[in-house]
């Protein structure tokens, strides 16, 4: 995980929340809630992303501990 992951995900959170604030005062309210809905699976997604990913990362590390001894 690099900081542009973090960078890009904060700058879509951003644009998700100032676009739910907008369609909640036009009166779009299902508009708001399919946003907040895509927005919802893709988080979860990068989450599953950077969970893989940390995950991977522990296991070189262990394997690595273990050659160490």
Known sequence: ???SDLL???GIGLVIGFLHVFFEQTGKKEFSFFLFFVAYIYIAAEMLRFLRIFFS???EFFQWLSLAF
């Open 8 to 10: 890009r995900i904060a």
């Open 57 to 59: 990362e522990i296991a």
């Open 1 to 3: 995980m690099e900081l």
